[in-house]
């Protein structure tokens, strides 16, 4: 019996430990930032107590310039299934305490198997990246976790909602994934969506360029279109998803959720006239 006492005890420390990624200082950083951690992310996203995560202790494989002292339960992803509403969803958030959130193998596998479970459930996926994109010390490993992740956008897409939040400074693949899925929220000043940075910008193109300008919220609102929406704060972030959510079925073969309208049957709304311009050659504010 005190074998089964022990190893339980065991258990719920080595649980302590995943909750704090990497570590209490890399949390201080984090919020320092004026960011949340992963979890906190989740907590305030989804039904409070039913967040159940998967592979907790997962840990990467690479062993290439040092790699096996950087070893983070979890690997840098809280992914696992939730309600929001009562409503079954699938979620996986990054979390930049660990290895800046970059992308291992292990990480991609993580990520690939709550995508599997929501395709097999008929359930939405959210995912919130906060990720500096591909893991360089793992190579070609971590690009074809990208690969794998990628496909699944693309087999998902029309079957089931995928909405992402962009919550960081987000580079390479960690914004390809959110550009494939239906609806992408940015945060304002805090995040950027580029194939690559500033730096790299400049020495290759010599062109000198800032992140907002590059990648900001404010050039995918309203230049791009590649983001839908954009939200001043996180909080603010997660009730536009809850909103969003409540428009749309949780699958192709399911009705959207119906709610009573109140609005007048015969309402007018003139900014409406307003929004496409007459001549179709014209571009529009996206």
């Known amino acids: 019996m005190s074998k089964q006492i022990e190893k339980i005890k065991e258990l719920i420390a080595k649980r302590e430990q995943a909750r704090l990624g990497g570590g209490e200082k890399a949390i201080e950083k984090q919020h320092a930032r004026g ?18 995560e998967y592979d907790m202790f997962k840990l990467h494989r690479c062993h290439n310039f040092g790699m096996e002292k950087k070893q983070y339960l979890g690997d840098g992803v809280v992914a696992g299934s939730a309600t929001i509403d009562g409503r079954l969803v699938y979620v996986y958030a990054q979390d930049f305490t660990v290895n800046g959130g970059s992308l291992s193998e ?18 939405p996926v ?38 992402s939040g962009i919550f960081g400074p987000c580079a390479g693949g960690a914004v390809y994934s959110p550009a494939l899925t239906d609806f992408t929220l940015m945060m304002e000043n805090t995040s950027y969506m580029f194939l690559t940075g500033p730096k790299v910008v400049k020495s290759v193109t010599g062109e000198d360029v800032d992140s ?22 996180e ?21 959207a959720p119906r709610v009573a309208c109140d609005d007048p049957i015969n309402r007018m709304d003139d900014s409406l006239n307003d929004i496409l311009p007459d001549d179709p050659n014209k571009a529009y504010d996206m």
């Open 35 to 52: 960011k949340y951690t992963a979890r906190e992310r989740i907590d305030m996203l989804v039904d409070e107590g039913s967040f159940e």
């Open 106 to 123: 292990t990480m991609s596998q993580k990520i690939c198997k709550i995508m599997d479970m929501a395709m097999t459930m008929g359930a």
């Open 126 to 163: 959210i995912c919130m990246n906060d990720s500096g994109g591909a893991r360089i010390q793992e190579g070609i490993n971590a690009l074809a976790g990208y690969g794998e992740i990628f496909e699944r956008n693309i087999l998902a897409s029309g079957v089931i909602p995928q909405i």
């Open 212 to 233: 907002e300008n590059l990648g900001g919220a404010s050039v995918h609102a309203t230049k791009s279109g590649v983001t839908h929406f954009t939200a001043k704060t």
């Open 235 to 255: 909080e603010e972030a997660m009730d536009m998803i809850k909103k969003l959510l409540s428009y749309i079925p949780s699958n192709n073969t399911e009705e």
